[in-house]
């Protein structure tokens, strides 16, 4: 325990001394937000801001955990981990340095993201389907049962896998609220492996490394949140939104509990489901009736609240209590 | 664990239903805040705001640690924690209600305030220092000792309640600053509670109801926060203050770990810290030179940072942010 909590603080150290020195490079470097010509009202403000800020937090959450783990199981789940971060956080990172590059608001196009994307979930579902202590079965929340999903296991982990990174990109709209959320789930991933590791002294090495891991998402993410909160001076980016997407999935992935993430994780998947619900709905009414009807004021959800006049620090506080009571109930499993 | 998590949970779901029951009522029966004349410009908006919000976590704080505890040891250290935080909490209820009726900004004088805090005190005092399982010794932070301070025990700890009463008073001057901030103590302190129930049998239902008592604690708040949050719906005023510094310094002084207060509650400590300096300063100077000086633009601390410009929000996720983070220290003496 004393390892994931000194991890926890190096790691915040680390994103606290990056903060100061970085912020003032990206203003310099001109990386401000393009805000979304569609996007709010509100939003214009932001204007400017830089954005690219989640290489505050990726710094430490790659450099923490390798120099925190333990040499017992060291190249079977970290690696994973950290090729899962570090990939996904690079999609987002070409897409930003084009959005920023060529100041405009869409970066990739949807299929230059797409693509990279399903590459590395594919290579990731294989090497954990490939690796003893994960295998091809998913643990069931609140059962002592598994659930062997054989070949399956291959598909569906890319689905879980690409949906997950999509999601955290989705819900990253509103200053502090990917941030807070994430620090909640890695938070209660930490305790997870835990309590996995006690349950498994064969698998102990793995799951404090994974330990590690988690309480250096947390801890750099905590250090973000000192520039991130309401009013931010700066936003994390797609590299910040895709690397917190890509670690919180691979944690998942390698701990078997990726069917937790619906709910530890409601905050992204209900953003995910928003937007699909609100454009699927826009193209059936638009085709049935000629004109487009909307079930949101705006989507993803959170946008939704904010456009009824919800102030953005009282959105941030709605999900994030709402995500601390699931992972409290989701930890009732555990414990 | 399985008992603490849904006392938490329940504790939320109190607090999420009393919130959109008292603040309406409050409002109509005009429990406004007038807002301390000689304070801060900005904060002057917020007239109106309804106070005494602290009930609608103090009921879930008193309620769900006696429907959670355990029959085992139940007439030991809760009731003591139950006076502490009743007691004080009746203390601020009462210079609500007089700040509110009679619509100034000051309620009890300072001696009505002190009196019934020392007699609390030296009551919980005696009793702690008569119960076996406490007795005058108190566990030294980083170290297997514990500090026998013998009949001194008794001033001591009454220092200890008083003075962390009224530093969680002066801390309350942000919208979700106290709130934030105890949330994450009581949190800690649950988990230290886990800890020490592990490591002395004898005591784990004392334990077990500290733990349970800690987490209704941090549900009721974090149930607060989402109607505390910036910008605040409702101030918890005193009753609410006086209720967290009761309960915070009671599992404290029943765990023994009051020492540790300084380093978790640090929040609160430098609040009392920085109006102490301030107006000793202020004096001295006035006395030498004839004209008062002052150290801090404004004490307590936050209102220093408040009037240099810092937005409360930031503010909130600073405080917030190291408290966790000295939190998190603390625990390595515990795991």
Chains 1, 2 share one sequence.
Not at 22 to 34: A, E, S
Not at 185 to 202: Q, S
Not at 308 to 323: A, K, L
Request: aromatic share 10%; with cysteine.
């Amino acid at each position: 325990m004393q390892r994931v909590i000194w991890a926890t603080v190096l790691a915040f150290a680390i994103a606290m001394v990056l903060g100061p020195v970085v912020i003032p490079w990206l203003k310099k470097m001109k990386f401000g937000q393009t805000i979304y010509e569609l996007g709010l009202e509100s939003h214009k403000v932001k204007q400017g801001t830089p954005t690219m800020g989640g290489v505050i937090f990726a710094v430490p959450m790659i450099i923490v955990p390798i120099l925190f783990s333990t040499a017992d199981q060291r190249w079977s789940f970290l690696p994973m981990a950290l090729v899962s971060t570090l990939g996904f956080g690079l999609v987002g990172f070409v897409d930003d340095y084009i959005k920023v590059s060529k100041k405009r608001s869409l970066g990739l196009t949807p299929m230059q993201k797409i693509v990279p994307q399903v590459v590395i979930s594919l290579v990731l579902a294989i090497w954990a389907y490939c690796t003893p202590q994960i295998g091809s079965a998913l643990i069931v929340p609140f059962t002592d049962k598994t659930w062997d999903l054989g070949l399956f296991y291959i598909p569906v982990m890319m689905f879980v896998l690409v949906g997950t990174v999509n999601s955290a990109n989705l819900l990253d709209g509103v200053d502090g609220l990917l941030s807070g959320c994430s620090l909640i789930d890695f938070a209660t991933m930490a305790l997870v492996c835990v309590a996995l590791g006690a349950a498994n002294p064969e698998n102990a090495g793995n799951m404090t490394n994974m330990m590690v891991f988690c309480g250096a998402a947390a801890g750099g993410i905590l250090g973000f949140l000192r520039f991130n909160t309401y009013p931010a001076n700066v936003f994390m980016g797609d590299v910040g939104s895709f690397t917190i997407g890509g670690a919180l999935v691979a944690v998942a992935m390698v701990t078997r509990t990726a069917l937790l993430l619906p709910m530890i994780a409601l905050a992204m998947l209900v953003s995910s489901l928003s937007d699909i619900i609100q454009v699927g709905y826009f193209k059936y009414t638009k085709k049935k009736t000629g004109a487009g009807k909307r079930v949101f004021r705006m989507a993803p959800l959170h946008h939704h609240f904010e456009k009824g006049g919800m102030p953005e620090t009282r959105i941030v506080s709605m999900y994030m209590s709402v995500t601390a009571l699931l992972c409290l109930i989701a930890l009732t499993m555990f414990f």
